[in-house]
C-alpha cells in the first residue's frame, strides 16, 4: 500500500473519463506528490502508463482488488 497525496475515485467511469479526471487531479498536485487512482475500468491501466510516461510521470505501481484496480502516479 502506498501513501497517496490525493486518491482519485474513477470506478464506473468509462474511457476517456479515468484520464481526462486524472489529468485533471494531477494539474492540482505539486511535483513529487502521488495520486491514487481506483477505476473499474480495465483498458485504463495500459492507457493511464502510457500517458503518464507521455506526460514525464511516473507509474509507481498497481494492484487488483476484485474489480477495482488502483493505479498511483507520482507527478514528474
Do not use: F
Amino acid at each position: 500500500m502506498m501513501n497517496a497525496d490525493k486518491i482519485l475515485d474513477a470506478k464506473g467511469l468509462a474511457c476517456p473519463m479515468p484520464i481526462m479526471k486524472t489529468k485533471k487531479a494531477m494539474n492540482e498536485l505539486e511535483t513529487g506528490q502521488v495520486l491514487e487512482i481506483h477505476t473499474t475500468d480495465q483498458g485504463a491501466k495500459n492507457d493511464l502508463s502510457a500517458w503518464a510516461k507521455s506526460s514525464g510521470h511516473e507509474l509507481l505501481g498497481h494492484q487488483e482488488e476484485e474489480d477495482i484496480l488502483k493505479l498511483w502516479i507520482k507527478k514528474g
